[in-house]
């Protein structure tokens, strides 16, 4: 394995890209979804949240597929098909006449999707690792970001002057110019002698060594809690600013506000985490997401909205410590199993996501005329983390200690 290479620019602009196209997906529809509702004959805005989580759940059923593959066949050939699968789902989600179909096209994209975001993550171990490895994934993120700030406004735009089926339009063609971009200046990097068979036994040989590092199982499961907090935003965030505070044409403003905060925080992990190091740092971000979240519950418990101004100033917040959470949890969970790093992204982010799904759904179904169930998400789940969190520090200084001890 080639392990810190110099980066360069552009590559750190191709592996954004290539995990950009899932937050396009989920983050363009949002200004759209009463409208797609009426056209799928759904008008429960609630269901319309599952226009969100549902592709979330393809992402994380994908995963377990393409990440296997890309261990035994390389890399690049399932970008390739999981752009084929996108864009035969987007098809399917244009033509949906029922809300059933619509959401199965989602899940399918997820599907397809799952592809250029496991391989990414999978082409970045291949090339780097340690704390060098995270201050690649923040560059990464905080280009990636980018489109969470673009997309609802995008989205907004062409509602405005075509309908919402040229979202999913423009969403194909996107996805066709950085599949031919990848495709001219991406080289394979899984070396033919690192490839593994592949066979039914992969998914119980992976399970099997996931198993011996609870670091990476531990961190996982934080991730699957942080990211399950998260979607619920995503999916409900257009409930709470265009039903709960009738900020519709505000609504794209503030989703990519917002979102510029994470990308503004995850611009700075990339600094910070060469100082720090990436579990201080990621401990530090999750102890603050959690108290703020919990002051947030009990200043609003069993009241109504508070004013705008100041449920967004608890948001920045929020979305500002997750910029330090995402890839530096992401980065410590994959460090341990750098040599299976194909099956290895693909097992752990099915597991965080299979854990999200439910989570986000669960919560999302409350958000009805308040925020506050967002808010308890958030501090519940941060707090479950938090303690996961201290029993890996354990864990991890005691396996530091018999290494002392070996050598």
Known sequence: ??????????????????????????????????????????????????????????????????????????????VYIGFGIFTIASIICVLSPTLEWMVFGRILQGIGLAAPRTIAI????????????????????????????????????????????????????????????????????????????????????????LLKHKVTLGFTIISGFI?????????????????????????????????????????????????????????IALVIFSVNALLYVLLFWNSANPPVIVLLAFMAIQFFTIGFIFGNIRAIAMEPIGHIAGIGAAITGFVSTIMAVPIANFIGSFINATALPLFIGFSVFGTFSILIFLRMQVIKNKEMQVIRVIE
């Open 122 to 209: 999978a082409i970045i171990r291949d090339l780097y690792k340690g704390d060098y490895m995270a201050k690649i994934m923040s560059f990464i993120t905080s280009f990636f970001i980018l489109v969470p700030v673009i997309a609802p406004i995008m989205g907004k735009f062409i509602l405005n002057f075509y309908h919402w089926k040229g979202i999913f339009y423009v969403q194909v063609l996107i996805a066709f110019l950085v599949c031919v971009w990848f495709w001219k200046r991406q080289p394979e990097t899984l070396k033919p002698e690192h490839k593994i068979k592949f066979n039914k036994h992969l998914f119980i040989d992976g399970f099997k060594e």
């Open 1 to 78: 394995m080639q392990e810190n290479q110099p980066v360069k620019f552009e590559f750190i602009a191709l592996m954004a890209s290539l995990m950009s196209i899932v937050a396009l997906a989920i983050d363009a529809i949002l200004p759209a979804m009463t409208s797609i509702g009426i056209s799928v004959n759904n008008l429960d805005s609630n269901n319309n949240q599952l226009l969100i989580t549902m592709i979330f759940l393809g992402l994380g059923t994908g995963q377990l597929l393409f990440g296997p593959l890309s261990d035994s066949l390389g890399r690049k050939p399932m």
């Open 227 to 283: 990211s399950g907090a998260f979607i619920v935003y995503l999916s409900a965030s257009q409930i709470i600013f265009e039903n709960q505070y009738n900020l519709i044409d505000e609504f794209p403003y503030i989703f990519a506000g917002l979102a510029t905060g994470v990308g503004v925080a995850t611009f700075l992990n990339g600094t910070m985490v060469m100082r720090l190091g990436m579990w201080r740092l990621s401990f």
